[in-house]
């Protein structure tokens, strides 16, 4: 069963794909298996873990996962969503993103470890990582620290809560830790994470597909957002007559309400996702030590696991 948290525990969650593409593309790939399969992500989340756990000591641990990357609610909002990133083969079955082939097979690998190590791995039908982080997080309560290099998740910072989001800028030793005043330098913007919806929106996201409000930039966004408060005030604005939009801003955001419509709800991470019921604890031993062991073995990570099992049992 899922453990009662207290104000005293904290709980990690893990955008999981985020950080094993991360270190695929950070850790070499001539780190290789002994029958040379590469293991470059395999062994680069491992050190993540470690890093991670070393330095902020988590009471609980999550690898949130994306069991639909690519959910058919948001592509019926935005058809354009994540479109680039579905790979070519599939355009006639089920969407499949677009993955380099050697780190397809290195994923479930990373199953399995997670697997025998006893860290729970948490996902859900129909929706993606985020929205597995945005359901833990609304249902904890004590602090959570949520690592991600996704700029999406900064939607969840809250710092009553004491809700922040690590964000890696070099592997995961040097972290930016975002809290309500780093988006508020950042980006200009009140009210902690919710604000970043309405400025997500408008500025829209390439790397997802959202194309945004034309000619609204970041900069832009933030202005609009002082000047109206929120999405809401700012389409209000279009309306009025006497508002300060300029004609061109006026014109686009008019332009833009078919869009400006759904784009929240697709932005914004689901936070009554039914996740299964698991015990969120990080171990201090391993679940699965043959397994483990087996594991060590025949993908040659038994150097990067020690290190973990030692740091777990500390």
């Known amino acids: 069963m899922m453990r009662d948290v207290t104000q005293t525990r904290r709980l990690m969650l893990l955008d999981t794909a985020s950080l094993y593409f991360r270190a695929y593309f950070g850790v070499p790939e001539s780190m290789k298996a002994p029958d040379g399969t590469p293991v470059n992500a395999v062994r680069g989340l491992i050190d ?11 009471d609980e641990l999550v690898a949130c996962w994306d069991d639909d990357w690519r959910p058919q609610w948001r592509v019926d909002l935005i058809p354009s969503y994540k479109a680039h990133r579905v790979a070519e083969e599939t355009e006639t079955g089920p969407d499949e993103e677009e993955i380099p082939d050697t780190l397809s097979p290195q994923v479930s690998v990373i199953v399995d470890v997670l697997e025998a190590l006893g860290i729970a791995r948490i996902g859900a039908p129909g929706y993606e990582a985020d929205d597995v982080i945005g359901t833990l997080t609304a249902r904890a309560a004590g602090p959570v620290d949520i690592v991600t290099g996704d700029r999406d998740l900064y939607q969840l910072v809250d710092d009553k809560r ?10 995961v030793g040097q972290l930016q830790v975002t809290d309500e005043a780093w988006l508020r330098e950042k980006y200009a913007i009140e009210g902690g994470g919710p604000a970043y919806v309405d400025l997500a929106v408008l500025r829209g996201d ?61 932005v914004r991470v689901a936070a009554d996702v039914p996740v299964p019921e698991v015990d969120l604890t990080l171990p201090s031993e391993p679940r699965d030590p043959a397994s483990l062991d087996e594991l060590a073995e025949r993908w040659g990570i038994g150097t990067p696991l020690k290190r973990l099992v030692t740091t777990l049992a500390g």
């Open 48 to 58: 993540f873990i470690d890093r991670l756990v070393k330095d902020h000591r988590p």
């Open 162 to 171: 004491g809700i922040r989001v690590l964000y890696p800028i070099k592997g």
């Open 206 to 266: 390439p790397s997802d597909g959202l194309p945004g409000v034309p000619g609204v930039g970041e900069k832009t966004a933030a202005k609009l957002l002082a000047q109206y408060g929120d999405l809401a005030g700012i389409m209000a604005a279009v309306d009025d007559p006497k508002s300060k939009l300029t004609p061109s801003q006026r014109k686009k955001l008019d332009e833009s309400r078919p869009y400006v419509a759904v784009a929240p709800k697709v």
